[in-house]
Structures are given as structure tokens and as C-alpha cells.
């Protein structure tokens, strides 16, 4: 298990630097000059605008620019943004507020997409199944910014129960509305897939053994049938996890959280390389944990799964 | 907001010294009111704002989420009232004899925030600073008149003083300008121009994270993409005097939720209203809107490089048939609910010497037939492909650029009956990257937002022969004679009315088809009242006060 563990992490450095060159070259095949960009249309000298080019690395060639920047990371310089910043201080504001938005969409993924699920499962064809397939169904058709803004202008606006933006702070609490909406469309998916593999596994041949043994029906759905159901939605959660983070940009945009999604969006529209790199740097690190997590947790999940 | 077009704050002390009154602006009278009203003078006002795109350093500053800030924690020689008209801060005299040479006195016993003194050296270095290529700060060009510009702005320079400027004693310095330009007492009340303190030049970068400055107010906590604390400054003594408790930016990046936020009262102030409310904030917000109009223009430049569109007889019938087959008007109640001014010239009503009825200026009216008669009059000359493409570029990048380029395109195909086609950009710095190496292959969208209120602000920059700005690579030898003589005028009032007279040159050459005048829809919350907005579309914080 360590072995695996560890080759697993080992395997992140190669895709690390695959993901940043990629990223370091799009970035800088985009086309247009940020520096134009950063003048906003106004006049620039060109002995000012030869000084900002030089100060960022722009005038020189791609290899040398993307190897300046490898070696910068080294010592662990992230670089400067075009507003002055040390992008390492960019990422250390925006991540945490990202990472607590996703962490509250997967709870309510994993909690009430699992429960559902199960529910509607072992009822299938009922009342409550029907309800929560037609509802799930309408989720995943309505484009998450209507359901943000709906909810927003409802919640927020007409009822006033809570504040229609979260406040610098984003705090748990505040955060709870937008990490609904986030996690809506997810929290569809579980269910439905929740559901289905409950139904496949409740004619499972040891599921009639279970309930032929006399065990008690909580006993024979959760150990029996939730827990050979679940390896389909953890490999879901899992990946989602990455997902949310870095796809957040709607829900971030409309509730005014100040996360990694925004930054990154703007960073590409000023074609500020250096940010753009660092957040899809540790959003690729965020991806390959998150799917080592799942591996793990399969061999939890199912004793027939071993790594050596 | 109102603008008057009544000179009222410069006015002529002397036989040729030009001097600043310190007459107040439109605004003055407002506080009367209030305090009879029961304003909360303690109140704090959260505002929207967009996240400053450099560090606040006035020479680097050069969009409204820094601009607005840097105005109310700094404050210069000069600034600008609620009607756009210059008003004395700091200054206690600018005087010139030529408009070209001029003495600046400073009130004695300013201070900025940390105590320490403004003097002429505060001024004289701040703008060597800036000037300087080796700082390379985005506004260094507003100081090339300055003479000695070109040394220290040259690639690879490393001098940093022009020799234009100097120190005569602690209150008083003297600027000598390359040429005679007698706007130049108007620019300085612009945010590249304010003074800085000693501690500025020892770490300009931390410097301006944390700015000292000597305006109305003085930032305390600056949370980057989340907000910027500005605490009332008791050393301020000038005009602008802070009627409320402090301002807190909030930074947002949208204009849709800060909407929300006034709605539910959790915003103050909002200086944009989201396009997609444009038809029912009036009707949301009762009495707690405005719509006005302000110093920006949205304008098409067709670039005289192009085929068909060379500056001469054809291209000028051209571009004349193109302006005159837009109906800006429908545009206006359509793409935009009514929310901007059609256009009448070149610059903004907003200012001083604005005048909407230039000779020539009716090329700007909409009229199908006319517009027909003249693309067949520039056919005569040489045909135009009945294929042929005429694209009109505009970046996707900005909220409703694509709506009214596609209004536009779609009335000249319709109105000329050529084959015009919208071209996106993906991004504002993939456009301005192809406008700036003039490789254009059509139309364009462009505009200006003006630095500070002045006729000349909308045309030396842009149709200046060389001019930084002029993206069209126009010339006109007539036109820039006309512009040395406005900046040789002693006279403001006079200088106004030979920029109207250079404006009618370029209703004949069209370098830029003026489509509308900008105009700010703000709104604000319950919590607050004496909401008022400047020339420039950005909300007077100062005069805001609670309820």
C-alpha cells in the first residue's frame, strides 16, 4: 500500500510539468500583447512600453521564458502578477475560500445525493423515487446561473434570509447557498447513480443470502448493498472534487466569492502567464490527490481490491 | 448629475495670468440640505468597485477600479467639480504669461496623511518619477509636454529629471513645456499628477500598497480582491471634505450581484447598472437611480490604411455614407433602453466650450438616402466589390460590445446594401494588440474615456498627427495647425471655440464616426442620500452621507 502510495505521488511530477508547459504554451500562443492590453487603450511610449515587455520576460523566446519560470519554482517564486503581486500571495487568498466552497458542495453531494439515492433505490417505482427522478432531472437541464441567480434574487433579495454576496471573510456559513448551487447539478448525478447501482445490487446474489441469513434490514443495506453500490459514486465524487474547484467560476461570479476561478479567468483574458500557470498547476495537483483518495478508498470499499 | 456649460470656475486674474479660482462645484450648496435632513455624518459608505489593476502609485494608475481610489487619497494642484470645472486644491496660484512657462505657488502648511510636508519637491519628483522610461509607469505620456520628456523617456534612458521643471523654493516650482498649450493648468488635477511623499521613491512597489497621500481620505486596510478601507483624513483642508465616515470598496465581478446587493440594501452605492436590469432599475429603485451623461464617447474608427478608405475624397465619402446609414438613436432605445446620448461631435457634453451644433456636424444624423447617394458617388471614383467584406472589430471581452457592433452591422447592410460582417476578438488585448500595429483589415470599435475635462483631451491624443492614440494613423496638416493655435490661446473660452473649428475638419475626414456620448446609470440603497456623479461617470464619495 505505501509503495503504491508513494509511486502514485511520484507520478506527480512529471504530470506536473506536462500540465504547466501545456499551460505556459497556450498561454502564450493566446493571441494579442498584454502590455496593449495593460495601457486600456491609452497612449504608451515605446520606450515605456520596452521597459514593462523586458520587466515581464515578454521579449524573449518561449523556452527561455517557460525555463526562467521552472527555475523561479524551484525556489519556490511563483512569480508577479501585472497589478505587483507575488502570485504565491494570489493563490494563498484565493485557494483557501475555494477549497472550503467545494469541500461544502461535495458534502452535500456525497450526503444527501448518497441518502437520496438509497431511498429512491430501494423504493423504486414509488412515490419518492419518482419525485426524486423527475426533480433531478430538471436540476441537471437548467443551467447552473439561472438556478444561482434564481435562488440569489429569492433568497437573498425577496426573502432576505441571508445577504445576496458572501463578504471578504466567506465564511462556512455564507458559503452554504453558493455551494448549493455548485453542487446542484452534482448532487443529481449521485442520486441517479446512487440509485441505479442500489437497484443492481439489491438482486445480488449475497444480498439474498444476507437476508436469508436473517439479518436485519439496515444491516443488509448499508453493509451490503450501499457499501458494493458505492465504488461508481466515490470515483464520481472524486473527480468532481477537481471539478468544482476549478469549474466554479459561475457560482463564484454570481455570489461574489472572491476564489480561484475568478482569478484565473481574468488572469487568462490579461494573459498573465504566471498566474494562470500556478492555479492550473495546483488545480492539477488538487485532481491527482483527489484520484489517489478514491483508489484507496476502493480497496476499503471492496476487499477484493488490493494493491501490492 | 448636471453639467453647466457656463465658465464658472476659470477665470482671469490679470491681464495674461491665468489663475484657478477655488470657487466651488455644482455640489456645494447640497450640505445645507442634508444637515437640515439629519445626515449621519459618521456614516460608511460601501461602494462597488472592480480590484485596482496595479499598485496605487499615480503615475500607474490608469483604470477606474485604482483611478477611484486614488482620487479621494490623494489630491493635486487642481480638482475637478461635480460640473467638470477646475476648482483650487492645492495650488494657490498657476500663472503663465505664454502658456508655455508657468508658476506654480503652493498653500503653505499641507501635509500629507503621516505629517509629513507637501512642497514643490513632493510635486517635481513625483512627476520626474513618473516621466522616467526606467519606472515605466502606464501614464508617463501625460507628462511628455513637459520639455525634457523625451530624455528621460527614451528606451534605455536612465535619467530621471526633465529639465522643464524646477524648484524655485519650497512653495513655489516652474514648468517649462515643449510647446505653448494652454490646457495644461486642466490636466492637472488628473490622478498622474498628484504629489507623493519622500517614502514613496525609497520602495515605490510597497509603496503603493500601502499609499500615503494627503486627499480627503486615507487608506487603512487594502484586502486585495475583496475590499479597500478608506478612513476620513483630518489633514485634509481643500474643497473635497469628506461628509460621511469613511468609504469601504467592496470589490465585485459583477456588476449583477452588486445589483443585488443595493436591492437588499447590503451595498450602498453602485456606479454601473448590469445591462440586463437596464429596463427595470428605474422602476426597482424609485427615486434612487441616475442616468446622465458623462466625459466618454463610444466612436468606429475605419483606418485610413485601408483600401476604399484612404484619408481623400473616396475614403471620406466612405466613411460619410457609413455614418450617415446608422440610426444611433434605435441602437440607443434598443441595445441599450435609452441609457446613452446620441452623439453631435467629437467630444462630451459635459464640457467647458461643448457645442452640438459644429458646422458639418450633421453628417452624424441618420438618413438612408443620403448614405446611398454618397457610396455611389465613392463608387464612381472606384468600384467596391459587390463581395467584398466590410468587417467592423470589436473584442467579446467587454459586456455588450457584440450587441450594438452586430446593430450597427446589420443597419449598414441593410441601409448601404454592402456585405457587412461583426469581427469578434476574443479578448481587449488581442484587439488593441492588431489596432496598435496597424494591421486592421476593417472597422473598429473605440472610444474615450476622457483623463480630464478639456475639448482638447478628446482630440490631440486621438487625431494628432503621431499621436498615441491615433489609431487610424490620421493626419491632417490643416487639423493640427488648428490644435497648436487652441493650445497657444490664453484664453480658455477662445481655445474652445478653435477645437470646435478643428472639429470641423474632422466631420469632413471622419478619422473616427462619433456613434453616442457614455452616460452613467447608478443606483444606490436606503441606507444613504446625496448620491451625486461627477463629469467623469464616478460618484462623488465625499458629499455621500447617511440617513
Not at chain 1, 501585472?82 to 494563498?92: A, C, K, N, R, Y
Request: hydrophobic share 40%; net charge negative; with cysteine.
Amino acid at each position: 500500500m505505501l509503495s503504491f502510495t508513494l509511486k502514485r505521488i511520484a507520478q506527480l511530477i512529471p504530470v506536473f510539468i506536462g500540465a504547466t508547459l501545456l499551460v505556459y504554451f497556450l498561454v502564450f500562443a493566446t493571441p494579442g500583447d498584454p502590455i496593449a492590453a495593460l495601457s486600456g487603450g491609452k497612449p504608451m511610449s515605446d520606450a515605456t512600453r520596452e521597459a514593462l515587455t523586458a520587466q515581464y520576460n515578454l521579449d524573449k523566446p518561449f523556452w527561455v521564458q517557460y525555463g526562467l519560470y521552472l527555475k523561479n519554482l524551484l525556489t519556490f517564486d511563483l512569480g508577479m502578477s501585472f497589478s505587483g503581486q507575488e502570485v504565491s500571495d494570489l493563490l494563498g487568498r484565493a485557494f483557501p475560500v475555494t477549497a472550503r466552497l467545494a469541500v461544502l458542495a461535495l458534502l452535500i453531494e456525497g450526503i444527501f445525493g448518497i441518502l437520496f439515492g438509497v431511498i429512491a433505490g430501494m423504493r423504486k417505482g414509488k412515490l419518492f423515487d419518482s419525485t426524486v427522478l423527475i426533480a433531478s432531472l430538471i436540476v441537471i437541464a437548467v443551467p447552473t446561473f439561472v438556478l444561482g441567480f434564481v435562488l440569489q434574487f429569492v433568497i437573498g433579495v425577496k426573502l432576505q434570509w441571508v445577504k445576496p454576496t458572501v463578504s471578504g471573510a466567506a465564511t462556512w456559513g455564507e458559503l452554504i447557498l453558493p455551494a448549493l448551487v455548485l453542487g446542484l447539478v452534482s448532487l443529481a448525478y449521485v442520486i441517479r447513480l446512487t440509485r441505479t447501482s442500489v437497484i443492481e445490487n439489491k438482486t445480488a446474489d449475497y444480498v439474498r443470502t444476507a437476508t436469508a441469513k436473517g439479518l436485519s434490514r439496515q444491516r443488509v443495506i448499508t453493509v451490503h448493498i450501499l457499501r458494493n453500490s458505492l465504488i461508481p459514486v466515490v470515483t464520481f465524487l472524486g473527480a468532481d472534487l477537481g471539478s468544482l474547484m476549478g469549474g466554479a467560476i459561475v457560482t463564484e461570479g454570481i455570489f461574489n466569492v472572491p476564489g480561484v476561478g475568478n482569478l484565473l479567468y481574468r488572469a487568462i483574458l490579461k494573459g498573465e502567464t504566471p498566474t494562470v500557470v500556478a492555479v492550473v498547476g495546483v488545480l492539477v495537483i488538487v485532481f491527482v490527490l483527489a484520484n489517489l483518495i478514491v483508489d484507496m478508498l476502493y480497496a476499503l470499499l471492496d476487499p477484493r481490491i488490493r494493491y501490492a | 448629475m448636471r453639467y453647466s456649460h457656463a465658465s464658472k470656475a476659470l477665470a482671469l486674474s490679470g491681464a495674461l495670468a491665468l489663475t484657478l479660482s477655488a470657487c466651488g462645484g455644482g455640489s456645494s450648496d447640497k450640505p445645507a440640505d442634508n444637515n437640515a435632513e439629519g445626515g449621519n455624518a459618521s456614516y460608511v459608505v460601501t461602494a462597488n468597485t472592480t480590484e485596482p489593476q496595479n499598485g496605487l502609485l499615480p503615475a500607474n494608475t490608469n483604470e477606474v477600479g485604482g483611478g477611484r481610489v486614488m482620487d479621494l487619497i490623494f489630491t493635486g494642484l487642481v480638482s475637478y467639480a461635480a460640473d467638470g470645472t477646475t476648482q483650487n486644491e492645492l495650488a494657490e496660484s498657476i500663472e503663465t504669461k505664454d502658456s508655455k512657462n508657468y508658476t506654480i505657488k503652493l498653500k503653505k502648511g499641507q501635509t500629507f496623511s503621516d505629517g509629513s510636508p507637501v512642497t514643490s519637491a513632493s510635486f517635481v519628483d513625483a512627476w520626474n518619477f513618473g516621466a522616467a522610461a526606467k519606472n515605466a509607469q502606464l501614464n508617463s505620456y501625460f507628462f511628455e509636454s513637459i520639455k525634457g520628456f523625451d530624455e528621460v523617456n527614451a528606451a534605455k534612458s536612465t535619467k530621471d529629471k526633465m529639465s522643464g521643471l524646477k524648484i524655485v523654493d519650497d512653495t513655489t516650482f516652474t514648468v517649462e513645456l515643449s510647446n505653448p498649450e494652454s490646457d495644461f493648468p486642466l490636466r492637472l488635477g488628473y490622478t498622474a499628477f498628484m504629489p507623493l511623499p519622500e517614502a514613496a521613491f525609497k520602495d515605490p512597489k510597497a509603496f503603493g500598497q500601502k499609499p500615503i497621500g494627503n486627499g480627503p481620505y486615507k487608506l487603512t486596510e487594502w484586502n486585495h480582491d475583496v475590499n479597500l478601507k478608506l478612513d476620513v483624513n483630518d489633514k485634509y483642508q481643500g474643497p473635497r471634505a469628506a461628509k460621511n465616515g469613511g468609504i469601504d470598496f467592496k470589490v465585485y465581478q459583477s456588476t449583477e450581484s452588486a445589483y443585488n446587493d443595493v436591492m437588499s440594501d447590503t451595498l450602498d452605492v453602485l456606479d454601473q447598472i448590469p445591462p440586463n436590469q437596464l429596463a427595470s432599475y428605474q422602476t426597482d429603485l424609485g427615486d434612487r437611480w441616475v442616468n446622465s451623461p458623462y466625459a466618454g464617447n463610444a466612436t468606429i474608427t475605419i483606418p485610413g490604411y485601408l483600401d476604399h478608405f484612404k484619408q481623400g475624397e473616396e475614403g471620406n465619402l466612405r466613411r460619410a455614407a457609413i455614418s450617415r446609414a446608422i440610426d444611433r438613436q434605435l441602437i440607443i432605445d434598443k441595445v441599450y433602453q435609452g441609457g446613452k446620448v446620441k452623439a453631435e461631435d467629437f467630444t462630451a457634453p459635459v464640457l467647458e466650450g461643448y457645442n452640438k451644433d459644429i458646422p458639418g456636424s450633421d453628417v452624424l444624423d441618420f438618413n438612408a438616402d443620403e448614405a446611398k447617394k454618397l457610396w455611389a458617388q465613392a463608387d464612381e471614383i472606384s468600384k467596391w466589390a459587390s463581395d467584398a467584406e466590410f468587417t467592423v472589430g470589436y473584442n467579446v471581452d467587454g459586456a455588450g460590445n457584440k450587441e450594438y457592433v452586430e446593430a450597427v452591422v446589420n443597419q449598414l447592410k441593410n441601409n448601404l446594401g454592402i456585405n457587412a460582417v461583426a469581427q469578434p476578438f476574443s479578448s481587449f488585448k488581442e484587439l488593441r494588440n492588431k489596432v496598435t500595429s496597424h494591421k486592421m483589415t476593417g472597422g473598429f470599435r473605440t472610444g474615450w474615456q476622457a483623463d480630464y475635462p478639456s475639448l482638447y483631451n478628446f482630440l490631440g491624443p486621438l487625431f494628432g498627427t503621431g499621436a498615441g492614440s491615433n489609431d487610424g494613423l490620421y493626419s491632417s496638416k490643416e487639423f493640427d495647425a488648428k490644435l497648436s493655435e487652441g493650445l497657444a490661446a490664453t484664453d480658455p473660452t477662445e481655445g474652445a471655440k478653435i477645437f470646435n473649428q478643428a472639429q470641423e475638419i474632422l466631420f469632413k475626414d471622419l478619422p473616427a464616426i462619433p456613434l453616442w456620448y457614455q452616460a452613467v446609470q447608478g443606483g444606490w440603497s436606503n441606507n444613504v442620500s446625496n448620491v451625486h456623479f461627477g463629469w467623469n461617470g464616478v460618484p462623488l464619495y465625499n458629499e455621500i452621507t447617511g440617513k
